[in-house]
């Protein structure tokens, strides 16, 4: 029998390595996890329980933004908020424990509800056993990250996962971090919890993997419907506490420049960084830096040590972790075979829950300078969600789409979208672009009137511009 030791087990990457190898032939498992609950970081603490609160701010946002309503606006309830998003995590995390579960009744799968830790290259330990494995895979996830800034161990921070469980806010606060948690929780705190924000943001705009145009109808959008100031091109130089138990914060912008901040409480929305302490990687030749694993999900120092979700800090994303998991588990039964692992390659696909949700951002495949760089003649359709008017009728107008092509042959090579909706059109888009489709042969007959009018009009100006350069040949 192949032992192949995973350690992580109840992770969505951890879970998908042991769901695709439980049913291979003279594969031997054993599964580790510590989690109390488990269920892995994206239903306990990540992508489920922040769209539930975010729903909740959303709800609000409509209301008071709505002006064909009437009568005061209603406070959200973070008691409930947080009271509804416990239960259905609680659920969720059950279901995913259930499966593990359910797998270890198997006479060749073994759980170990404990805290692993090699003890050398091809033993991990966990439960007061040692267990020799032909292959292991770490998929323990990843732990927020604290920035060094001096003085951030003076202060009291919320993290992410502080906002999610709390019952009350104060009335200011100041945000570090800008990015996926920034975006999606900014909101949250103007909105349910009623506060005023300074928001650091590093660069000219948000959404550093967009084209400029939607980090600037971002920006606007922040600004113009919530209380916050987001000073931009500047970088956290210190914080301190202050006196009456704030916060106050310097930073300095690109041109040597220093402003002052205060407010009630920080916030860390600083990223994540791999969860490897305590595992005992100094009894192994591995480093978690840099690109410490390979496209195979391989790690650089042994051929028979897997990561793969968040732990390996390429794309912290849920669907991309599952994935990682398949190719792993698909490249440990070719190595037994005596093939060569196959390197895991996907098309980018984001979505941020931007605007609570109610404006959110997807991204599938290239955008405009990608696909240049790559060396494509790209021809690009760009469209204002106001330019149709079902978005108009539903009160969400605001927000823009892009669509890239390729000129000489009408490939569609990748979509942009910021608007109601867009998280639902990234999965339409997907398969137009992972299949790479003619823009020219997609049908032309969204239900009117339906918000994926939108797209319609992307593909009619796209597949114009193809024509166009080929002198419409159909014509």
């Known amino acids: 029998m192949t032992h192949v030791v995973i350690v992580g087990a109840y992770g969505s990457a951890g879970a998908a390595v042991a769901d695709e190898l439980a049913d291979e032939p003279g594969i031997e498992l054993t599964l580790i996890d ?20 975010l729903s909740a701010g959303a709800h609000r946002f409509q209301a008071r933004h709505d002006d064909r309503l009437v009568g005061d606006v209603p406070d959200v309830d973070l008691d409930r908020v947080v009271d509804r998003k416990d239960d259905n995590t609680l659920g969720w995390a059950s279901h995913r424990r259930a499966g593990i579960e359910e797998l270890a009744e198997r006479d060749d799968v073994t759980f170990v509800h404990d805290t692993a830790r090699f003890v050398d290259p091809h ?9 020799d494995a032909d292959y292991v895979v770490v998929a323990t996830g990843s732990s927020v990250n604290v920035p060094d800034t001096p003085g951030i161990d003076e202060v009291d921070f919320m993290t992410s996962a502080d906002v999610l469980d709390a019952r009350e806010f104060p009335d200011s606060g100041i945000v570090m971090g800008f990015g996926y948690i920034g975006m999606e929780l900014v909101p949250y705190l103007a909105e349910a919890g009623g506060m005023a924000l300074t928001v650091i943001e590093h660069d000219d705009r948000p959404i550093d993997e967009a084209d400029p145009e939607f980090g600037d109808a971002a920006l606007d959008l922040y600004e113009d419907n919530w209380d916050l100031t987001i000073p931009t091109n500047c970088y956290e130089c210190e914080v301190e506490p202050t006196d009456d138990g704030g916060v106050r914060l310097v930073a300095e912008f690109e041109n040597g420049t220093e402003e002052t901040y205060e407010a009630d409480q920080l916030f860390c929305f600083t990223g994540r960084r791999p969860t490897v302490e305590g595992l005992g990687l100094g009894n192994t030749d591995i480093t978690a830096e840099g690109d410490w694993v390979r496209e195979t999900m391989q790690t650089d120092a042994h051929d028979h040590v897997y990561a793969v979700g968040d732990v390996n800090g390429k794309e912290p994303i849920l669907h991309v972790a599952k994935e990682q998991g398949f190719t792993a588990a698909e490249n440990i039964v070719r190595q037994e075979a005596g093939s060569d692992p196959q390197p895991y390659e996907n098309v980018h696909h984001h979505v941020i829950f931007s605007g609570l949700g109610v404006y959110p951002f997807g991204r599938v495949g290239h955008d405009e300078r990608t696909a240049r760089d790559a060396g494509y003649d790209v021809a ?46 990234a999965k339409t888009m997907q398969i137009v672009v992972e299949m790479g489709l003619d823009v020219r042969e997609i049908p032309d007959r969204a239900y009117h009137p339906t918000l994926p009018e939108n797209l319609d009009g992307l593909f009619r100006d796209a597949a114009a511009l193809v024509e166009g350069a080929a002198g419409d040949p159909t014509a």
């Open 380 to 425: 690009v359709a760009t469209r204002q969600a106001s330019d149709d008017g079902v978005f108009k009728s539903k009160d969400v107008p605001e927000g823009l789409a892009k669509l890239v092509v390729d000129r000489s042959d009408g490939t569609v090579l990748g979509w942009q979208g910021l608007h109601y909706h867009a998280d639902s059109f």
């Open 34 to 53: 510590d989690g109390e609950p488990g269920g892995g970081l994206c239903i306990l603490r990540g992508c489920m329980p922040s769209k539930e609160v």
């Open 123 to 131: 033993t991990v330990e966990a439960g007061g056993e040692q267990f």
